[in-house]
């Protein structure tokens, strides 16, 4: 069973960036989609961005992201990546990854406890 474990969460001020690390283990990321999900306090939680392995790695992001937020991955590390610039009060959030089959339709079959990321002035 894959097991999923977040790092780089913290605390920053609007405009700066922070890189989450999403590290994989009990298998390899490349089976799964992987997904990057935050939920804020007292909100619904969103997905954020999502990468799918295959002949050709696809990737996906919330509008409220694009252009800020890059999900990557490091083949080396094992790792997914999730690289948050530019960022706004509005991105505070406890931000998780999760992966599931590639066909699965939420990519959250497994999660992770989630690092907590911070932006305020």
């Known amino acids: 069973q894959v097991q999923l474990m977040e790092s780089g969460g913290g605390s920053v001020q609007p405009g700066g960036s922070l890189t989450l690390t999403c590290a994989v283990s009990g298998d390899t990321y490349n089976k799964y989609c992987v997904r990057w999900f935050r939920q804020a306090a007292g909100k619904e939680r969103e997905g954020v961005a999502t990468?799918?392995?295959?002949?050709?790695?696809?990737?996906g992001y919330a509008n409220f992201v694009k252009g800020r937020f890059t999900i990557s991955p490091d083949s080396a590390k094992n790792t997914v990546s999730l690289e948050m610039t530019r960022l706004e009060e509005e991105d505070t959030a406890l931000y998780y990854c999760?992966?599931?089959?590639?066909?699965?339709?939420?990519?959250?079959?497994?999660r992770g406890q989630g690092t907590q990321v911070t932006v305020s002035s």
């Open positions: 990468m799918i392995s295959g002949e050709y790695t696809g990737y």
């Open positions: 999760a992966a599931g089959p590639p066909g699965s339709p939420e990519c959250d079959e497994f």
